[in-house]
């Protein structure tokens, strides 16, 4: 078997692992996830051997810069050992940057690796939908649940939903309704919102620019989502089984946007560290109480061991202006690569865009800043860049020589 062949493989194996033993409790140990980083890390070495090079770009640079200021934070943490403790995930995240890095290095092999998260999706919505017991779902018992964090579930989800977009558009396959059907199923049957809201969001950009060039049928588009977003919130909010599920859910996230009434506790919980999350950082607003040091302050007060559920307020407290602004250099960096890249399809163009738009919203949801799958995709889109990048320097150079 050729290296090529060996190496894709140990990522593919990665992935879809990853997606498993990251999602289902009890799974994730830490011998799982050295063997995980150990097949990675192989597949890295054989793409050294084979190539004789290595590449960095500015993600890994940045990310880097960023564990350095993380652990700097050290000196002024009010609990040195979470510092420690989140230090080393993000080193292994690194790990994984420099390794995807590298061995992503031709368009084809990105394809190849967006269908090992389609089937990563494919495992992922079967194991949480078989796991469910449908006659007891409701808010507080939903599919995934069983197995792990819905909301981590809807999400990795959702990115094998853009990857499957990708790969069709790119093959010129149309033909996948079944697998768009089980992963837009699964994400709402989880009932996160987060889940919900970037789906419907992603959905409605998909149709929006899939036809751009042809008006008649991108206003056909644009009729057939609101009409589509409709209905789903219709169905969601009149049938009894949906409506326990989602609908209460939804109904609670609107009335809190509209009116600011608290009707569950998760909003509840999230406002309140929203709010003691702003008062704690205008004390410290330019370093921060150190990494992964919300939690200490949370607890210090609520007795409650929780992160901050939204990744802007987090990276605030933990490492205020200065580790924010470090931690997302990187996504402006390749959100304006992307505008100024001239892909042919403007389609994957929109949907990488929109992928950004995602993750930046979901932030004030989440805390992302150490998802290893997060990771992973961005390492994907700025190697991507690079090669259409390379591409576009070799037709420039062509065309300087006279040879077109």
């Known amino acids: 078997m050729k290296i090529k062949n060996i190496k894709l493989k140990l990522v593919y194996m990665y992935l879809i692992s990853l997606y498993i033993f990251n999602n289902v409790e009890g799974t994730g140990t830490n011998y799982i996830s050295l063997i995980l980083l150990i097949i990675l890390v192989g597949a890295f070495l054989l793409n050294f051997f084979k190539e004789k090079k290595i590449v960095f770009n500015k993600y890994f640079i940045f990310y880097i810069i960023f564990i350095l200021f993380g652990l700097f934070s050290l000196k002024y943490a009010l609990q040195p050992a979470f510092v420690t403790s989140k230090i080393i995930q993000l080193i292994v995240n690194c790990i994984i940057i420099f390794a995807f890095t590298n061995i992503l290095d031709t368009k084809d092999k990105i394809i190849s690796v967006l269908k090992s998260f389609v089937v990563a999706g494919i495992i992922l919505s079967v194991l949480s939908i078989i796991t469910s017991d449908f006659s007891t779902l409701s808010n507080f018992s939903r599919v995934g649940a069983n197995i792990g964090n819905v909301n981590s579930i809807s999400m990795a989800i959702m990115y094998s939903t853009i990857a499957l977009m990708i790969v069709n558009r790119k093959e010129k396959k ?98 309140n560290m929203i709010k003691f999350g702003i008062e704690w950082f205008k004390n410290r607003p330019w370093t921060g109480y150190g990494l992964d040091n919300f939690r200490y302050l949370y607890y210090n007060m609520f007795n409650y061991n929780f992160y901050a559920h939204n990744n802007y307020i987090e990276l605030l407290v933990d490492l205020g202006i200065l580790g924010l602004i470090i931690y997302y250099i990187p996504f402006w960096v390749a959100i304006k690569n992307t505008i100024k890249c001239k ?62």
């Open 174 to 271: 149309n033909k996948s309704y079944l697998l768009y059907f089980l992963f837009i199923g699964t994400i709402f049957l989880t009932g996160s919102r987060k889940g919900i809201i970037s789906i419907i969001l992603l959905l409605l950009i998909h149709f929006l620019v899939k036809n751009r060039d042809n008006f008649n049928k991108t206003i056909i588009n644009i009729i057939f989502s609101i009409i589509a977003v409709i209905l789903l919130l219709f169905f969601t909010m009149n049938i009894p089984f949906l409506y326990n599920i989602i609908g209460v859910r939804i109904e609670s996230l609107f009335a809190f946007l509209n009116t600011g009434a608290i009707k569950d506790f998760s909003i509840y919980e999230r406002n």
């Open 343 to 404: 892909i042919n399809d403007k389609y994957i163009k929109y949907i990488l865009l929109s992928l950004f738009l995602i993750i930046l919203l979901m932030d004030f949801a989440r805390v992302s800043y150490e998802d290893r799958l997060l990771v992973i995709i961005i390492s994907i889109i700025f190697s991507y860049l690079r090669i259409n990048k390379k591409g576009e320097a070799n037709e420039k150079s062509i065309s300087n020589n006279g040879n077109i």
